[in-house]
């Protein structure tokens, strides 16, 4: 098998509001907004059938690229095992401010291992853990 390096580029997630996105990842966690701009309904209808211009938010932090397109009316699936993980130096201070504005805090625990998240004002689930 031949070997090839890959990278991940960016990961890209719904979000209704572009105001609740902004507050998610740029005053939560930390990341910067590099971009805006919008999807046209051309392309976005050819890439993921939705049939109407898609404003989107580009955020950058330490390597890391996240796409959010802002749609109001799509809907997430149910069950959604979807979601991205991050490695937080900050972690306490992340739960805080998510708690502070009303994003939602789940705690899993089995045994001696605990998993966190955090679910964005528009559902998307993000791990968290302590670096």
């Excluded at 989107?56 to 796409?67: A, N, P, S, T, Y």
Aim: proline fraction near 4%.
């Amino acid at each position: 098998m031949v070997k090839y390096s890959m990278l991940l580029n960016h990961v890209g997630i719904i979000n209704k509001c572009k105001e609740q996105a902004v507050q998610s990842y740029r005053d939560i966690l930390g990341f910067e907004i590099t971009k805006e701009a919008t999807v046209p309904q051309e392309l976005s209808g050819q890439l993921f059938a939705v049939s109407r211009d898609i404003p989107m938010l580009v955020f950058k932090r330490d390597g890391i690229k996240i796409e959010v397109f802002v749609c109001p009316d799509c809907e997430q699936p149910s069950p959604d095992f979807r979601h991205i993980g991050f490695l937080l130096e900050n972690f306490s201070e992340i739960i805080e401010r998510a708690q502070q504005v009303g994003i939602e805090l789940i705690i899993g625990k089995i045994k001696e291992k605990t998993v966190y998240f955090i679910k964005d004002f528009s559902g998307n689930l993000i791990e968290i853990k302590r670096k």
